[in-house]
């Protein structure tokens, strides 16, 4: 079992920047990817960007391509996700999670509990 926490998110402008970040603990060992996903209200939860073990691969949903950096610090245990330009269309409850697999197709089985991040124009 791998326990993750979020926190860092909050309320922003259009065209500003937040930084979340997850906290993880527990058996990360067994953890092939990190990932955030995020699910606005009334809508499915939805891919946003992944990161593999050492950080050496990334992987964008392509509504965060260029705005959106994820990035580790295995030493910390943590995993972050710089989120720049934000749009009214980003708000939304994010949730880190940890899967494993190909960071394409990884299947994830842990979830933090979700922060929320709200963008207003």
């Known amino acids: 079992q791998v326990r993750l926490g979020e926190f860092g998110g ?3 402008q259009s065209e500003g920047s937040l930084r979340l970040s997850c ?3 527990g058996r990360t060992f067994s ?4 990932a955030w996903f995020r699910q606005a209200p009334g809508q499915e ?3 946003v960007a992944a990161i593999s073990r050492n950080g050496g691969n990334t992987f964008y949903a392509d509504s965060v ?8 610090d295995n030493s910390k245990s943590m995993v972050y996700l710089q989120m720049n330009m934000l749009k009214v269309e980003d708000t939304a409850v994010y949730y ?5 697999g190909p960071i394409a197709h990884a299947k ?3 979830w933090g509990q979700g922060t929320q991040v709200t963008v207003s124009s």
Do not use: L, P
């Open 10 to 12: 909050g309320s922003v």
């Open 23 to 25: 906290i993880a603990s």
């Open 31 to 34: 953890v092939d990817v990190m």
């Open 45 to 47: 939860r939805e891919f």
């Open 65 to 72: 391509k260029g705005r959106f950096t994820v990035s580790r």
């Open 96 to 100: 880190c999670a940890a899967g494993v």
């Open 108 to 110: 994830y089985d842990n």
